[in-house]
């Protein structure tokens, strides 16, 4: 079947500007993550969703970043005011109902801000 | 707080050769532990998940293993093919909801 899906796959803005990255889970999927990694670093837990509601959201780096799930399965990751230090590819994983069960991973939006 | 180390961080090795990367964690209290493989400019490929109560878990020529009470993980490659080659991530669940990554071995297998 169909795997994680994300959009777009590449994004440029410029700085103070504000994006929206999706992502769309393998069907069934109950439990969603965002994960952002840095070149040349392993990816980073930003956010973890079981159904519609973020069950944890401490690895967001400050209020700029917002994450939404609203029918528990296409998620969206909101950035405001846009930084260069914001730029990273930004990684969407899902699992069959969490709980530390195998978490499979889209191909990731790669953001670059100016 | 859990945290992941790997090394070396970079490796290369004829082809043909077995070869183990290494992956250690500070909290053995993990629950499970997954294996992944990423391609330049790609997305992550689960490889295996060894669940806590596992202290190993194979799947074709890969075999990951799994110590809780020295902290450590290993996954073995054998014969290795230049297809192997790529960067190789080791992830420890923190508590049951999120994934706590190493930077990751590059490994390169020449022909």
């Known amino acids: 079947g169909a795997g994680v899906s994300q959009t777009p796959s590449n994004k440029v803005t410029e700085k103070g500007k504000y994006v929206e990255l999706r992502c769309d889970p393998i069907?069934?999927?109950?439990?969603l993550y965002w994960y952002r990694q840095s070149l040349g670093q392993g990816p980073e837990f930003l956010i973890y969703?079981?159904?519609?509601?973020?069950?944890?959201d401490s690895g967001l780096p400050n209020d700029r970043f917002f994450a939404v799930r609203p029918e528990g399965s296409v998620s969206t990751l909101k950035i405001q005011r846009t930084e260069r230090g914001d730029s990273a590819v930004y990684l969407c994983a899902s699992s069959f109902s969490g709980g530390a069960n195998e978490q499979y991973f889209g191909p990731g939006t790669r953001l670059t801000v100016t | 707080k859990q945290e992941v180390t790997q090394i070396p961080a970079a490796l290369s090795v004829p082809e043909g050769e077995n070869l183990v990367l290494n992956c250690s964690f500070t909290d053995s209290a993990i629950y499970n532990l997954q294996w992944f493989r990423q391609d330049p400019g790609k997305g992550l490929t689960s490889l295996l998940l060894i669940q806590s109560s596992q202290r190993e878990q194979t799947s074709g020529r890969l075999n990951a293993s799994l110590d809780k009470s020295s902290g450590r993980s290993t996954l073995y490659i054998a014969a290795s093919q230049p297809g192997d080659s790529a960067t190789y991530l080791c992830a420890a669940y923190q508590g049951a909801q999120k994934l706590v990554f190493g930077q990751g071995t590059r490994l390169t297998i020449n022909p």
């Open positions: 069907s069934g999927h109950t439990a």
């Open positions: 969703f079981q159904g519609t509601g973020a069950a944890d």
